[in-house]
């Protein structure tokens, strides 16, 4: 909805004006009145106006001199200038701003509507222009990498993508790396250093030894960590592979590609200890993977680059994975890794949570349990409850933050016990968690039903407070303490309703009451039920009651 300002230092033209937009113009906008350039300023100050109807003759301030301070303030504000002065001088100060009309008051409403609909469709336009395409590419340019970063932060924390969305977004956001075939994950571990100023000679040393041959993406974790998804260059060849063939991955892949990269990793970390001074250990994955398992990949070597060795103070080098002593050692020890990567996932769970994604929250949170039960039936409680426990936390937290508590504790059964404590029937858990869990989405939902609602009485009640005061959009904004545009929506989606109708139907009561049991005058009556312009009053009423205001007192007082 647009916002509209009529700008007037003589009340009939604005109020006739004001009518003739709200009511006969056939547009959905927003309309406010200012009988000032004083008056407009504070409008102006207290919201953005799309679209501005200034006389310019005004005592005080000029219809010009507010064409400058809505330049300055709102400047794609679009401006209509109403004189009834013929001068040339002032059509030319006002011509000469773009997106600026002048137009004398003689030439009628309908002169004027149709250039309130030219305007309402060039801003309509103007987002959709050239220019502005022009500015968000230089701005996407720009936000590149950080989107760069936050696309491959959430496929490390597990985000999941079709190989279609995976193709998408790898374009859109300029990736070189290949969004079909398997990647390289190499880590890195700063030690007693700078971190900004290593992190920058870290990548310049990879990017001089490793970048001509192989494409790759780099970024840095939370926890000191430097990561590299790396991929070769289409003209690299892996020895020992069938020169035929274009595609080569898996294990295949990585017998040739992984001593390669880490030769050239010791030139970098040379580089790094005789050049720059500093001591960094690299831990690369021993075998490419697919997209879809880099976050457990990373998990694995997250955990192994803690204890990279560090040998008279230099740096290291190590591929994952390691040996495997016996069977039931490698049972346990995948056991182990399944029950750690899973545990990884808990901030992406919570973020799911807290942004509202059910069905994304719903399938990870089954992964995760499918992975606790199969820790249970291989009788590895501890690595079940490495689950279970921060699982628990995390919705105990949305619980208490969203003030469900009541609603959990009202769940039947053996649910909340084991929700406030897996250890007491790790075998139940499970099930537990997947009984709470959709549960968490229908209380958010009634809760913000609720406030929903809980706000839109309140300006309910303001409004039938104050239905002779200031009821405009941006008021009601402002005792909201809500956005505008969305205040208008959530009051229709509440109360089916549009606000503008709710307030007249309101107005039209209080007259009519007043009307009934009051002696005050016509004019009194108008003013007590929000109306400053008497004759606009009477229009409306019957327009809306079938009858004059004076004919409705007069009809009650002949049935009584």
Known sequence: MKRLLIVDDEPFIVNGMYEFMLLGSGLELDVYKAFSGDEALEWLQRTKMDIVISDIRMPSMSGLQLLEVIRKRWPY?????????????????????????????????????????????????????????????????MALPILQKDLFTGLLRGERHTTEQRNYLFRQLALLLDAESEVFLIIGRLENTNRAESTIRVKMAFERYIGNEYKSVFLTMEDNLLVWFV???????????????????GSEIGQGIVPQLKGMLELVLEMCEATFGFTVHFIIDGQSAPWEQVADRFAILRAGSGSLPAIGGGGSIVEYPYPKLNTSIAIENETLDLAMRQMKRMDLLANFLESGRREEFLELLKE???????????????????????????????????????????????????????????NQAAEAFRHIAPLLFEWRQNAQNSHAHTAISHVQDYLLANL?????????????????????????????????????EARLNKAMELLRDSDYKIYEIARLAGYEYAPYFTKIFKKNVGVSPQEYRDHLNKSQ
């Open 468 to 504: 002779d005061k200031d009821l405009s959009l941006v008021r009601l904004a402002e005792v909201s303490r809500l956005n505008p545009s969305y205040l208008s929506r959530l009051f229709k989606q509440v109360t089916g309703v549009n606000l503008n109708v709710f307030i007249q």
């Open 368 to 426: 995760l349990l499918y992975s606790a039960e199969i820790a249970i039936d291989r009788k590895m409680v501890h690595a079940a409850l490495g689950i279970y426990y921060p699982l628990s936390l995390l919705l105990l937290s949305h619980i208490h933050t969203w003030q469900m508590e009541q609603r959990f504790n009202e769940v039947n059964g053996f649910v909340p016990q084991v929700i406030l404590d897996p250890s007491t029937s790790v």
């Open 231 to 249: 991929q070769p260059m289409e003209n690299v060849r892996v020895e020992g592979a069938q020169e035929d063939r274009l595609e080569i991955q």
């Open 77 to 141: 504000c679009k401006v209509i200038l109403l004189t009834g002065y013929n001068e040339f001088d002032y059509v030319y100060q006002a011509i000469k701003h773009d997106g600026v009309r002048y137009l004398l008051k003689t030439e009628g409403y309908d002169k004027i509507l149709e250039l309130v609909r030219v305007a309402i469709a060039e801003i309509d336009e103007a987002r959709k222009s050239e220019d502005l395409i022009a500015t968000a590419n230089r701005q996407m340019k």
